[in-house]
């Protein structure tokens, strides 16, 4: 069957979106703060002015701007980038740096720059429609949840989740399962929106309808394209998509 058959039949009832590089531009957002950290380690760990080694270890391409598919700064949680420090520091970070860290990567000390202008609108409008939304992302859930209500739009979600919340993590199916369980949906009528594989792994082995690809975060096309039923520049393409 071709993504276009399927896109003109299938009856979305729901979305589920990934946050960081789909909702939200993962650059001009996330650059800055994983900069400051990546800083903060290596001047703890004794070596300062190596943030850029960090950098790119955790995926950072500084030449053209970009990351490496599926790298750890851009697809793995908060946990697992602490524990990424610490093996690049050498030693058990202790509890004060810790909070330091996550302080960096937290949405009161952010500039969030939204993926698509008239984020609320898009949003509203796939509500008005009758659409469950979600979010599930790799952050912890109190942070998703704070950048929403930042940018107007958490009212507009019907479920939100972190790598945090119990639900598993990314690739595997469970974010998927538990927004299908809350908003009484079958995962066939669900579709997956994300900037990463992961993301889109995720929605596949979850069974859903569709998973759509967008180019708004850290991967590109060519790397999209093995996982996605369509790859979008952004999800505003979704408003014609989307029966």
Not at 66 to 72: C, I, M
Not at 93 to 99: D, G, T
Not at 115 to 132: H, K, P, Q, S, T
Request: include cysteine; glycine fraction near 10%; aromatic fraction near 8%.
């Amino acid at each position: 069957m071709s993504v276009e058959t399927d896109l003109a039949t299938v009856m979305i009832q729901g979305i589920l979106f990934d946050k960081d590089g789909t909702l939200v531009d993962f650059n001009a957002t996330w650059l800055e703060p994983y900069q400051q950290a990546c800083r903060y380690v290596a001047e703890i760990a004794g070596v300062p002015g190596t943030e850029s080694v960090l950098m790119e270890r955790g995926g950072y391409r500084a030449d053209s701007g970009t990351w490496s598919a599926d790298s750890l700064l851009t697809s793995d949680s908060n946990d697992q980038v602490l524990e990424f420090f610490e093996r690049e520091a050498g030693f058990r970070l202790a509890s004060f740096q810790v909070l330091r860290i996550r302080q960096f990567f937290s949405h009161d000390r952010i500039r969030l720059v939204p993926a698509v202008e008239n984020l609320n609108e898009l949003m509203e409008g796939f509500r008005d429609r009758g659409i469950a939304l979600g979010v599930a992302t790799m952050d912890d859930e109190a942070n998703a949840r704070g950048m929403l209500e930042q940018s107007g739009i958490l009212s507009c979600f019907d479920f939100v989740c972190g790598a945090d919340s119990g639900y598993g993590v990314k690739p595997d199916p469970g974010m998927v399962r538990a927004f299908c369980r809350e908003c009484g949906l079958a995962a066939s009528e669900v579709c997956m929106v994300g900037d990463s594989p992961k993301d889109l792994m995720m929605g596949k082995n979850a069974g859903v309808a569709l998973s759509m690809g967008v180019l708004t975060g850290a991967h590109g096309r060519e790397e999209l394209s093995d996982h996605a039923d369509r790859v979008m520049e952004d999800i505003r393409e979704l408003e014609r998509l989307i029966c």
